[in-house]
């Protein structure tokens, strides 16, 4: 037997002996079982015993139904040519937004009252006109009763009297109409200052001086709101209704808070109309299909974490309703 051969005999199966170790050793490694780590952030835990739970969706305090933004718009198009607000400034209820260009409207304004002065002076005319149609309208049936004048005289002078009654009528709706159309002026240049419809807080600014803006429905070119205090609208599902108790202690938690700082909440009002869930939380097990009563609740505005903008307009936190019996 050659060297060659000998070494094949036993090479080989050495070989093969440690691809078998290593084939067993990396199967064993792979099916060893991941160590558990914990999550980054735990998850918020109910501060009560028996609670009722829901996403809330932090926003103003202004009273409406679905949601407590304003998103002011304009009621005529144009280009901006102004903005007077910045975000998070107070504003009181008619104090300006923003302006549109008003060059066009005051032009026109300076026409119609022109179109004013111009019907008033033939309101002047026709009632000089009129007073002279009536004088030789008293002088024909004077001496018309006397046989002095002939029946078509007569007549001539009262259809005259009936013409200048008709035209002075007629100068003076003109003159209404003009001056309607310079109140109409006046309107629109008002309309072109878009105002604060509310006491509030700037919210968002989504328009800048230059810019053309049109008149869309639901267009949101200022976004504002009372942010004192702000509310809670949290979405309770339906099948949690009878377990719901009014007026309960309420505590909202902040996504992310690794102390798990609880919120004070305060009942505000129940909405007595249940709605189809449309504010998801992106969990994987979240239901659309569900029918949701909303609660809103107020946030103490004194709150450390509002204070320290910590809660704001859009957030979404979890709420826990005491749902133990009363005593």
Known sequence: MTRRTVALKYVLPLIALGMLIFSVAHALSVQRPEPRTPPPVSPPQSPFGDTVAGAGMVEPSTEASGTGNIAVGSQ????????????????????????????????????????????????????????????????????RAG????????????????????????????????????????????????????????????????????????????????????????????????????????????????AQTEVPLTFVRLEPFIVPKTSLTGVNTERVDTRVVQVIFAVDPENP??????VLVGQLVDVFIDARPSN
């Open 76 to 143: 005529l198009a144009g280009t901006v040519t102004r903005v007077a607000v910045r975000v998070g400034q107070e504003v009181r209820a008619g104090d300006p937004l923003f302006e549109l260009d008003a060059r066009l409207t005051e032009a026109e304004l300076k026409v119609r009252e022109a179109t004013v002065a111009v019907t008033e002076a033939q309101v002047r005319v026709a009632e000089a006109n009129l007073k002279a149609a009536l004088d030789t309208y008293e002088r024909a049936k004077q001496t």
């Open 147 to 258: 046989g002095a004048s002939s029946e078509q005289d007569y007549v001539t002078a009262e259809q005259a009297h009936e013409s200048g009654r008709a035209q002075l009528a007629q100068a003076r709706a003109n003159v209404q109409q003009a001056r309607a159309q310079v109140a109409q002026s006046l309107t629109q240049l008002q309309i072109l200052k878009i105002r604060a419809p509310v006491d509030g807080t700037v919210i968002q600014v989504n328009v800048r001086p230059g810019e053309y803006v049109a008149t869309v429905a639901g267009q949101s070119l200022v976004l504002m709101g009372n942010l004192r205090p702000l509310h809670v609208r949290v979405n309770v599902d339906e099948e949690d209704l009878p377990r719901l108790k009014l007026a309960a202690p309420a505590r909202a938690k902040i996504r992310g808070d690794l």
């Open 305 to 310: 974490l509002v204070q320290q903008k910590k």
